[in-house]
């Protein structure tokens, strides 16, 4: 009867002293990120990139709005035939579909290019975060918010390490 409650103790009391144990490390990735003068210089090439594209789709747009103005004021006065106007609107929609695709693969370029831009960057994160980690012993470390501002965490006490300044403090010390 002894052992069993011993055993038992035992049992409901380690996960208890296991957590007591567990250190854990709080960190805020986004304001790492504004920390970082890189991060400015990326935007600034992202949005430059971003602009050069928006253009490139504007030139092709209004290549199409042109053509579709045209083939309604010729409706409109009458001076097309059936089989043209059937030629004409295949035309347009292919136009159109041209149009879609460009956007799709635009939209794509972009995010390869962001990933491009931001992945070194991400990196260097990633080890310095690793390293405060180590030099304090940590066993986990936890994102503080989410990029909406949610808790990933659904509850945490006060006495996580906030290791965000330390994070920082080895990226801008190099």
């Known amino acids: 009867m002894l052992k069993k409650i011993i055993v038992t103790v035992l ?4 996960p208890l002293i296991a957590a007591a144990q567990l250190k854990v490390g709080i960190m805020n990735p986004e304001r790492v990120m504004d920390a970082l003068p890189e991060t400015e210089q990326v935007q600034r090439s992202l949005e430059q990139y971003v602009q ?3 253009e490139e789709f504007t ?3 209004s290549v199409w709005i042109e053509a579709v103005g045209e083939y309604e004021e ?5 001076t ?4 043209e106007r059937q030629r004409e609107e295949q035309r347009l929609m292919e136009m159109e579909e ?15 290019r962001q990933n491009e831009l931001l992945s070194p960057i991400m990196e260097r994160v990633e080890n310095a975060m690793e390293e405060v980690a180590r030099e304090l012993d940590l066993e986990y470390v ?15 006490s006060d006495r996580g390490i906030d ?4 994070v920082i403090e080895k990226l801008t010390s190099n």
Not at 11 to 14: A, D, E, L, V
Not at 80 to 83: G, N, R, T, V, Y
Not at 98 to 112: F, K, S, V
Not at 163 to 166: A, G, H, K, Q
């Open 74 to 78: 010729r409706v409109e006065a009458g």
């Open 11 to 14: 049992i409901t009391t380690f």
């Open 80 to 83: 097309i035939s059936d089989q």
């Open 142 to 156: 936890l994102n503080k918010q989410t990029s909406q501002g949610d808790m990933v965490v659904f509850y945490t």
């Open 98 to 112: 041209d149009l879609e695709n460009l956007e799709r693969r635009i939209q794509n370029q972009i995010q390869n």
């Open 59 to 61: 030139e092709e747009y």
């Open 52 to 54: 050069q594209m928006q």
């Open 163 to 166: 290791i965000t300044d330390r």
